[in-house]
């Protein structure tokens, strides 16, 4: 599909390594969103251009919706023609069973999860609604949602939870418009997240235990999200895809 695509979360990680491959997949422009790391966002942006696509770099913090708001009036300025949505950005926290978490740790979870990546498909759908042309949306969700985490972050499980079913009724409610959605849960990935969590020897620990033996990456994640924002998946809506090695 050619078109604007719109990836928050791209200057680190699956986003950054969606970014990287959304040209070759026939995105000519990509909105290269951050929330705080600029020098991330700018690398992201430079491969996009010099693989001949345009980026756009904006900031968010995604847990602002005003901020969010912002940002959509500016992707509107540049006319968006058909547009694609990859709902990345989010978020774990460090490793705690349920007496650790805190009603701050919840409310930073669930508000960059859930409420901002809600915030962000909604003002998506009103841009898509705005100029006519349809489109595509994955959510990026994770394999916690279906096992739960217990004893790491059933916070942030829970989340990815309320992502999968936010998916599925949106994928319901725009349908009859021609839009699908749909969401890919990544299992173990090799991405900065972890330690971000506090936990940069995850992968070291629970990479291999994953039936295909090993963790996976960003780039296998910018796959399957870029298959399913394609029309190579045209009969593909309200579909959730494990990349998760079989975990
Ligand atoms: P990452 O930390 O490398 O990237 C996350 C991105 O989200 C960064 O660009 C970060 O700036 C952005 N972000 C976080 N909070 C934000 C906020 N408040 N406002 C704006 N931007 C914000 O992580 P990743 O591994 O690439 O994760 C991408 C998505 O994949 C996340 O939704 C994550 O939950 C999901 N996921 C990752 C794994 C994994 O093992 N890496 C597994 C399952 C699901």
Redesign the pocket.
Known sequence: MSGLLII????????AATARMAVFSGWSRVIV?????LD?ANETASVVESMGGQAYVMA????KPKQIEKMFAKISDLKPGPIGLVN?????APKAGIADLTPERVAQVMG??VL?AIEVARQTVLLMRGWGNGGSIVN?????ARLGSANEYIDYAAS?GALDTFTLGLADELAPEGIRGNAIR????E????G?GGQPDRLDRLGATPPLGRPGT?DECAEAILWLLSERASYCTRSILDVSGGR
């Open positions: 928050t979360g791209a200057s680190a990680g699956i986003g969103h951050y929330g705080k790391d991330g968010a913090d995604l847990t990345n950005a989010g978020i774990v960059t999860n901002g990026v969700s994770s394999a916690a990815k990544p299992g173990l990935i991405t900065g997240i972890h971000k960003a």
